[in-house]
Structure formats: structure tokens, C-alpha cells
């Protein structure tokens, strides 16, 4: 942006300054002002050179085609998964470019330079009444396919704050477009107290003694042999269900499982593909398990192949999986709430509760670092393991 100062002279006004900006990227030229003294002048002209250069000369594009050049750029962006580009994309049509759609209604043009910060703070209650969307399966008489539609649920707090986080996203996007859109939206925090009010789900963990009662009534031997893994291990389920032939080394002295491959949502399979650095990662696993898994693999004759590896679960994906552990457990009268996840916090917080395994170890099982919140969040005290010791506990502490 290139910004000077000319004097003009006028009949009326006399001898006055008037200052001029140039933005190379538009190829724009703008009067900023006029001033009578030629001090005034350049003192304004300085002031502005701090200024950023799209709010001098703002270009002239309209909300829509801003959004379509962000999530043209989101889907490129192959630094990113599949997966979270498409979470980022669904973000911003499901929920961003509705709330743009009504805060522009009464405005006289679609510019993109129009956005105020008012309008940042219109646009986050929108947000927290927007409703959550869903995948809906078409019959055959229907036509058949997918499509997205609207329920009358409310976004959670996590998802409210995506969605927030996602906008700043492609505020800067705007930015480095040199598109005007208001910097402070940059800075917007929510207060610590502002989702108090929000209900917080049950974070439900199955007992020792519903896990052990599924596992050993389980007669379909691939069932036991995953649950077993899921129960020990605590690993996520797509690196359960991502587990390879390669991976596993039952001839060491301890028997150990190599976690580096995942699946996708679509049950894809991402060779050497994890969710964090941390999560690549070896670990022990009891004799026990070690000749479950061997006793599975010798029975399965014609194993899933991809790139070149064998998969120990085949092609079982995460709603499979988690269609078979809650008919499993409906049958033995145990009210089971999701999938394999469950088994990460039950395995984390059993550890815990004996305290046989050192910390830092357990940390490490699951690849999380030695600095990371989630442990906090997986760790669940009451697992019912002895109610009664429990109980007498209590009644001793003033007595």
C-alpha cells in the first residue's frame, strides 16, 4: 500500500492537501482525506501507513465468494487429513454460512468489507442457536443416497467452540487475502463461566465386573479377542480395528503390539497414519491376550490385505464393531452407551485404581504426553470394583 500527500488548489478553498493510497493488489486508487495545513496532512498520512492495508482501500468481494475460495483452500490443503478437512468444510456450510446469510439480510450489499464486529457478535448467538446436522439413508423409494439434514438439537459446547475456531480460521484467511474483516475477532474469547449452563453428558464407564461378564459369555471368538485387546490395551478403536499381522510380536520375551495404522471414518485403511506423534508407539501386553491373538490370526485363513499388510480384524469397522458389542451386551442385560471408546477410559482408570503400573507408563500406553489434559478427563474413581470397601471407608472418617 503506498500512501502520499499532493497539494491542490481550489478558488474557494485556496491551497489544500489531499491524501492519496494506492493498493497494488486491486490496482486501486483512493482519496483518504483533505486537510487545509500540510502538517495535518502528514501527520494523517503517517497515522495511516500503520493502518492494515485492507482497511484503507477494502476489496470489493462478496461473502460468498469468500467462502467459497476458504473452503476450496481447505480441501487442498493436503497438510491436513481427509477426515478433518471435510469436519472444517462441514463447519462452514452447515453452520458459518447460514448465520452470514441472515446477518447480511438487511444490509444493502453482499461486500465482505460490510462485516463489522457488531456483526461478530450477532453472528456467535446465531451460532449458539443453530441446529445440529445429520447423515440421513434414503429408501430405495426415496431415491436411494444420502443426504444431510437439520434435527432440533442444539450444537454442545465442544461444537460451538469449533465452529468459533473454525471462523477465526478463515479470518485469516481474509487476512492474508488482504480482504478487510475486523482483527479483534481474532482476540474473542468465551468467558470461563459462559457455558456453565450447558448440561455436560455422561461420561459413562463400564464396571470390571460388566466387562468381565461380557468378555467371558462372548462365544464368537473374534468379539473376545477384541474386546480382550480393547479392555488391556485401552488403545482408540481406529488403531484397534487398524491392527496389522506385522505389528505383533508374540516371540519377544514379553509379547508386544506395534500401534502406527488407523482406519478412517469411512473404514479406510491409513497405513502409518495416527492421531498425534505421541500415539506411534510399542507396548507390552499379558500372555494371556498374546495367545488369543495368536490362536485368531492362525484361525483366519484369508485375512483383509491392504498395502501390503495383513489386518487382524479384517473389515470390521467402527459402527460394526460397536453395532455387535451393544447386542452383545443388551443380551446379558448390561446397558452399554457407544462402542470400543468406553474400554479406553476403563482401562485407564483400572490402572490407576491398583496403582501397579507407574503413571508415566499408562500415560504412555494410550500416546498421550506426559503434559497432555486428557488423562485428567479418561480418569473415572468409581469403577464399583468393591462398593462395600467404599462404603466402610465413609462411614469411618468421623467416627
Same mark, same amino acid.
Given at each position: 500500500?503506498?500512501?502520499?500527500?499532493?497539494?491542490?488548489?481550489?478558488?474557494?478553498?485556496?491551497?489544500?492537501?489531499?491524501?492519496?493510497?494506492?493498493?497494488?493488489? @486491486?490496482?486501486?486508487?483512493?482519496?483518504?482525506?483533505?486537510?487545509?495545513?500540510?502538517?495535518?496532512?502528514?501527520?494523517?498520512?503517517?497515522?495511516?501507513?500503520?493502518?492494515?492495508? #485492507?482497511?484503507?482501500?477494502?476489496?470489493?468481494?462478496?461473502?460468498?465468494? +469468500?467462502?467459497?475460495?476458504?473452503?476450496? +483452500?481447505?480441501?487442498?490443503?493436503?497438510?491436513?487429513? #481427509?477426515?478433518?478437512?471435510?469436519?472444517?468444510?462441514?463447519?462452514?456450510?452447515?453452520?458459518?454460512?447460514?448465520?452470514?446469510?441472515?446477518?447480511?439480510?438487511?444490509?444493502?450489499?453482499?461486500?465482505?468489507?460490510?462485516?463489522?464486529?457488531?456483526?461478530?457478535?450477532?453472528?456467535?448467538?446465531?451460532?449458539?442457536?443453530?441446529?445440529?446436522?445429520?447423515?440421513?439413508?434414503?429408501?430405495? +423409494?426415496?431415491?436411494?443416497?444420502?443426504? @444431510?439434514?437439520?434435527?432440533?438439537?442444539?450444537?454442545?459446547?465442544?461444537?460451538?467452540?469449533?465452529?468459533?475456531?473454525?471462523?477465526?480460521?478463515?479470518?485469516?484467511?481474509?487476512?492474508?487475502?488482504?480482504?478487510?474483516?475486523?482483527?479483534? !475477532?481474532?482476540? =474473542?474469547? =468465551?468467558?470461563?463461566?459462559?457455558?456453565?449452563?450447558?448440561?455436560?453428558?455422561?461420561?459413562?464407564?463400564?464396571?470390571?465386573?460388566?466387562?468381565?461378564?461380557?468378555?467371558?459369555?462372548?462365544?464368537?471368538?473374534?468379539?473376545?479377542?477384541?474386546?480382550?485387546?480393547?479392555? #488391556?490395551?485401552?488403545?482408540?478403536?481406529?488403531?484397534?480395528?487398524?491392527?496389522?499381522?506385522?505389528?505383533?510380536?508374540?516371540?519377544?520375551?514379553?509379547?508386544?503390539?506395534? =500401534?502406527?495404522?488407523?482406519?478412517?471414518?469411512?473404514?479406510?485403511?491409513?497405513?502409518? @497414519?495416527?492421531?498425534?506423534?505421541?500415539? &506411534?508407539?510399542?507396548?507390552?501386553?499379558?500372555?494371556?491376550?498374546?495367545?488369543?491373538?495368536?490362536?485368531?490370526?492362525?484361525?483366519?485363513?484369508?485375512? &483383509?490385505?491392504?498395502?501390503?499388510?495383513?489386518?487382524? =480384524?479384517?473389515?470390521?469397522?467402527?459402527?460394526?464393531?460397536?453395532? &455387535? !458389542?451393544?447386542?452383545?451386551?443388551?443380551?446379558?442385560?448390561?446397558?452399554?452407551?457407544?462402542?470400543?471408546?468406553?474400554?479406553?477410559?476403563? +482401562?485407564?482408570?483400572?490402572?490407576?485404581?491398583?496403582?501397579?503400573?507407574?503413571?508415566?507408563?499408562?500415560?504412555?500406553?494410550?500416546?498421550?504426553?506426559?503434559?497432555?489434559?486428557?488423562?485428567? &478427563?479418561?480418569?473415572?474413581?468409581?469403577?464399583?470394583?468393591?462398593?462395600?470397601? #467404599?462404603?466402610?471407608?465413609?462411614?469411618?472418617?468421623?467416627?
Amino acid at each position: 500500500m503506498k500512501i502520499w500527500v499532493i497539494k491542490k488548489k481550489n478558488k474557494k478553498r485556496g491551497n489544500f492537501y489531499v491524501v492519496r493510497a494506492y493498493d497494488e493488489i @486491486t490496482g486501486r486508487t483512493k482519496a483518504l482525506a483533505s486537510f487545509d495545513y500540510h502538517k495535518q496532512a502528514h501527520a494523517f498520512a503517517n497515522e495511516q501507513k500503520l493502518e492494515q492495508p #485492507e482497511n484503507l482501500i477494502p476489496a470489493k468481494i462478496e461473502y460468498k465468494e +469468500s467462502f467459497k475460495k476458504y473452503v476450496q +483452500s481447505v480441501l487442498n490443503n493436503e497438510l491436513i487429513v #481427509e477426515e478433518t478437512r471435510l469436519n472444517k468444510v462441514g463447519a462452514v456450510n452447515n453452520h458459518i454460512h447460514p448465520a452470514f446469510n441472515i446477518i447480511y439480510e438487511p444490509k444493502p450489499d453482499n461486500l465482505l468489507s460490510s462485516f463489522k464486529y457488531i456483526d461478530f457478535e450477532n453472528f456467535v448467538q446465531l451460532i449458539l442457536k443453530s441446529k445440529c446436522t445429520a447423515v440421513h439413508n434414503r429408501k430405495a +423409494s426415496e431415491g436411494g443416497g444420502s443426504i @444431510t439434514i437439520r434435527t432440533e438439537k442444539n450444537l454442545g459446547k465442544k461444537a460451538i467452540r469449533d465452529v468459533v475456531q473454525e471462523f477465526k480460521q478463515y479470518v485469516k484467511f481474509c487476512h492474508n487475502n488482504s480482504w478487510k474483516m475486523p482483527r479483534e !475477532i481474532l482476540d =474473542f474469547k =468465551f468467558p470461563k463461566t459462559f457455558f456453565q449452563g450447558y448440561e455436560i453428558k455422561d461420561q459413562w464407564v463400564p464396571t470390571q465386573k460388566q466387562v468381565k461378564k461380557l468378555i467371558n459369555a462372548e462365544k464368537d471368538f473374534v468379539n473376545k479377542v477384541m474386546w480382550s485387546l480393547a479392555a #488391556e490395551t485401552g488403545a482408540r478403536p481406529n488403531e484397534i480395528l487398524g491392527l496389522c499381522y506385522e505389528d505383533i510380536d508374540l516371540l519377544s520375551e514379553i509379547p508386544t503390539i506395534f =500401534f502406527r495404522h488407523t482406519i478412517d471414518k469411512w473404514n479406510c485403511f491409513r497405513a502409518n @497414519t495416527l492421531k498425534t506423534l505421541s500415539s &506411534r508407539r510399542k507396548i507390552k501386553i499379558s500372555d494371556k491376550l498374546a495367545e488369543m491373538l495368536k490362536t485368531w490370526m492362525v484361525q483366519q485363513t484369508f485375512p &483383509r490385505k491392504e498395502q501390503g499388510y495383513k489386518l487382524v =480384524f479384517g473389515r470390521i469397522s467402527k459402527a460394526m464393531s460397536k453395532k &455387535r !458389542i451393544k447386542s452383545a451386551a443388551k443380551k446379558l442385560g448390561i446397558d452399554w452407551v457407544g462402542g470400543l471408546k468406553p474400554f479406553r477410559k476403563y +482401562s485407564y482408570s483400572l490402572e490407576r485404581e491398583q496403582n501397579k503400573i507407574p503413571e508415566l507408563v499408562s500415560k504412555a500406553r494410550r500416546g498421550w504426553t506426559m503434559d497432555s489434559r486428557t488423562p485428567g &478427563r479418561y480418569y473415572h474413581k468409581d469403577l464399583n470394583n468393591d462398593p462395600q470397601a #467404599e462404603r466402610d471407608a465413609i462411614n469411618k472418617l468421623y467416627n
